[in-house]
């Protein structure tokens, strides 16, 4: 399925849970997780402004498997324990969206331009990479379902006290011209405690970033011309 195939079966599915968490349990801690995340996170924040039970703290687009994913290429490259790298993870969850920042990698790693860039197109198209080493006939499964469990058990760990818990995800950010965008958060008892922002940026990154800008707005106005509800009154308008 290409990310337009998703979109159509997928967005009508999450309006519909979202609204059923707005009636239900409005103060819910919300992790869609469900492709494209770039649409579906701005769909689950109108349908609860709709019912005026938003609040962008509690609203997150898990898009972890690009940093589960980015954490194993560098290992492998390096000969790393990929559960020891971590490699904050930006912007969007699809193709050129996803912006890794190797130069915030913790332990410290460097690589030549040419493998840099190989990398981070590995990392961005890695998806397609999974659907095709399975012949198209399946997609990434047991990773998906590892960076879901990963991103939901910090939040848990962080709304049980536990302090500096940092995972990225896609909110609502004002911490470029888009207004959704994935960048480290800090989490806390209530959701995001504090954006951190994108960091210092290489001239590589920032490129990356200003590259990204016209696809991601596109994603997230994307609803306002594709999504059609079962139950249209669950839309606000400029998604009909």
Do not use: W
Not at 32 to 44: F, L, R
Not at 103 to 113: A, M, N, W
């Amino acid at each position: 399925m290409t990310r337009d195939d998703l979109f159509t079966t997928n967005a009508t599915i999450v309006a519909n849970l979202a609204d059923a968490c707005a009636r239900h349990c409005p103060e819910a801690m919300i992790c869609v997780i469900a492709n494209p995340v770039n649409s579906t996170i701005p769909i689950t924040s109108e349908v609860l402004k709709k019912h005026g039970v938003y609040n962008p703290n509690r609203v997150f687009g898990v898009s972890t498997l690009d940093i589960v994913r980015a954490n194993t290429f560098v290992g492998e490259l390096k000969s790393l324990d990929p559960a020891r790298v971590n490699v904050p993870v930006i912007g969007g969850h699809a193709g050129k969206t996803i912006i890794p920042l190797i130069s915030q990698c913790t332990p410290k790693v460097d690589f030549p331009q040419d493998q840099l860039a190989a990398l981070t197109s590995r990392i961005q198209e890695a998806g397609t990479e999974v659907v095709k080493a399975k012949a198209g006939a399946g997609s990434a499964t047991l990773s998906m379902a590892y960076a879901g469990a990963r991103f939901v058990f910090s939040l848990l760990d962080a709304m049980n006290g536990k302090e500096g818990v940092v995972e990225c995800s896609f909110v609502r950010s004002e911490e470029t011209e888009c207004t959704y965008f994935s960048t480290p958060l800090l989490l806390g008892k209530n959701g995001i405690e504090k954006n951190l922002g994108l960091g210092k940026l290489s001239p590589f990154e920032e490129k990356l970033v200003a590259e990204a800008m016209s696809e991601l707005k596109g994603s997230i106005a994307e609803p306002a011309v594709k999504v059609t509800l079962k139950d249209r009154s669950l839309a606000p308008k400029h998604l009909l």
